[in-house]
Every structure is written in C-alpha cells, then in structure tokens.
C-alpha cells in the first residue's frame, strides 16, 4: 500500500499527537465522530515511549476516550537496544496478525501502524478505561493471582502447542554480543542484590551464552510471551491480561512460568508454592490434550530460570528502562529462585 501521510496514524514524539492526529486514529473507526481535544495525561520513557491521554469526541462510550499510546524510544539507549530487533515492531505485527488467535485477555487496539523508514505508532485504549489496573514490576502477587495467571499462560500454550517454530531472533543475537559486557556492568550496579558467590557463575553464563540459548531453546515450541513481570500484566477484577508483546515468539512454554514466578512472587511465597504452580500448570496443559511429563517440566524449569535474571541484569546494566528500585527488587527475586535451584548447573555451565 502506498503511504499517504493524510491517512497515516504514525508519529514520532509525543507533541505530535494533535487533535488532527487522533480524528485520523478515529476515522477508523467512524467517521462521522469529531474529536474536539486530545490531553496528554503522562510521558514515560522506557524501552518505548509510552503516552496517555484523553480525547475528548462526541462518538458513543463504545468508542475509549482514554489512549495509551507507544512510540519508538526517546532515550538513545534504548533505542540502541530496541532499534535493531525492531521490538515495537514485533509488537505491532502481534497485534495485527496473531492476536485475534490468542485465548488471553490482553488490551484493545485501536490503530497499529509501522512503514519502514518512517516508524512505527501503536494505539491501544487505556486499559483503566473500564476500570482494570495495570500491574507495576516491583507487584509481589498474591498466590491466587499467580494461579490465575498461571492457567491463563496454559490456555495461551496448549492453543500454540507444537505449530510453531524456532526462529533465531535478532534479540538474541545482540544478547549473545553484548553478554559479557551488559552482565559486567548489570553484577556492578546491582550491589548486593546478588552476592559476589555467584558471580564467576553469571560471567560463565555469559561466556557461554550461545550454548545455554541452544539448550533453551531444544525443548516443544509453542508461543511465549517472553516478557512476563507484574509490570506486564493488567487486572480485570480479578482476571490477569497481558500488556507488553514486544518480545512475543516461538518458545518453551516453561520459560514463561519460570520468568513469570522468578519475578512476579517474593521468594518465601514462591518457594512454598512453586511446584504446586507447575503441578497446576501441567494439569491445565492435560485438560486441553497436551500432554507432558512432571519431572521433565521442573527440569526444563530450573534451567530457565537463567533468563529472568540474566533480563534483570541487562535492564540495568542499559538503564532507564524501569525504575531502579523496582529494578533492583525483581534482581533479587530472580538471583534467589537461581540460586535456590542452581539454575546455572542446569543449562551446563
């Protein structure tokens, strides 16, 4: 399709979001709906740059009024980081091609767009629009809530169970690259939230990282968030959705729970419940024809759970892509669920 800049819902920083902008955004919706304003509510600058705003039009309550919109990166780190895998990118063609498919609760898209060379927008409604609340990354869930989520992540796996397959990401690439230097860099900042006992090990993963992704990497495909910290998720009363899908692939559906419990539980609380989370997460998996071994599945599960703390590591080794705090605690939850397994040990290194 040729580029028209008239119907072209691309933008490159947050001033460019005009009312003329969000009439365009509208017209896809209904024509006949005039927008009178547009208000940007707030600015965060992460691995995206991510704005909400209120648009004030006279179309009926079906159509959100409160937007939240992303954009490619203001920082240059970031962007540094994002820019080559094309993460929004990736996003933007989950939500134009796969989403429709995928049996969890996850935010509504009013218009998506990339064109190369000249960006990439995407235009959710708020998800506070009806009242759910987004999660924040330093959120220590409950054990319900992590039930929930939990079945949720077997209803997304068994749909994708076997029908996709490996790709090599440029992500990963990148992560293999800059290894050793981001986990330097990651273990200094990080201080005391991972003791000096693991550090040759962190460093030996990273020396070795191309090895540990092969063995990752080795067990039954399906589609995996790839991303899921509390950060991530969205509560519709007491239902979990899923924000973030920009590093959405091809993957063992067990890296998800490992990230996710590495990350989303305290220690104590993960600790006590863990294996009755897996246990429930292969009971869901059977329920719907997907049949799968136990003791395969915590194995599989202790060797992922390098990945959680080594993204940890990396998030602030770049800086300003979370909160440090927040940062620093999702840190520690992560070095304790590898350390409680010896994780490193069970990818080989």
């Known amino acids: ?49 991510r704005i909400r705003v209120v648009v004030s039009h006279n179309g009926s309550e079906t159509l959100p009024r409160h937007w939240f919109i992303k954009l490619p990166s203001l920082s240059w780190r970031a962007w540094l980081i994002t820019a080559l895998p094309q993460l929004l990118q990736t996003e933007v063609r989950f939500y134009q091609e796969q989403v429709t498919s995928v049996p969890v609760l996850t935010p509504t898209v009013l218009a998506a767009q990339r064109q190369r060379g000249r960006g990439t927008t995407l235009v959710m409604a708020d998800v506070t629009e009806h009242g759910a609340v987004p999660g924040s990354p330093g959120d220590a869930l409950t054990v319900d809530q992590a039930l929930s989520v939990i079945e949720q992540l077997a209803h997304l796996h068994a749909r994708f169970w076997q029908k996709t397959r490996h790709k090599r990401h440029w992500e990963d690439a990148l992560g293999t690259a800059l290894a050793v230097p981001l986990m330097k860099r990651g273990l200094n900042r990080a201080g005391s939230a991972v003791p000096t006992t693991l550090h040759h090990h962190a460093m030996q993963y990273a020396r070795q990282r191309r090895h540990a992704m092969r063995f990752l990497a080795s067990g039954t495909q399906t589609l995996v968030h790839h991303d899921l ?43 006590t ?77």
């Open 273 to 349: 419940h863990e294996r009755e989370l897996i246990e429930r997460y292969q009971h869901q998996l059977e329920k719907q024809g997907v049949v799968t071994d136990l003791s395969t599945l915590w194995q599989r599960y202790r060797g992922h759970l390098v990945y959680p703390f080594e993204a940890m590591l990396v998030t602030l080794a770049v800086g300003g892509l979370m909160e440090r705090k927040s940062n620093l605690e999702l840190i520690r939850r992560a070095t304790t669920a590898v350390e409680d397994h010896d994780a490193f040990a069970a990818v080989g290194i």
């Open 1 to 49: 399709m040729r580029w028209d800049k008239h119907h072209s819902i691309l933008v490159r920083h947050p001033h460019d979001l005009t009312v003329a902008w969000a009439q365009r955004v509208v017209n896809l919706h209904d024509s006949s709906v005039t927008v009178s304003a547009i208000e940007t509510l707030s600015v965060s600058i992460g691995t995206t740059t």
């Open 229 to 271: 910290h509390p950060g991530n998720l969205f509560w519709q009363q007491s239902q979990p959705g899923f924000l973030d899908w920009q590093l959405v692939r091809s993957g063992e559906g067990i890296s998800d729970i490992a990230y996710f419990l590495a990350t989303a539980l305290a220690p104590e609380t993960r600790r």
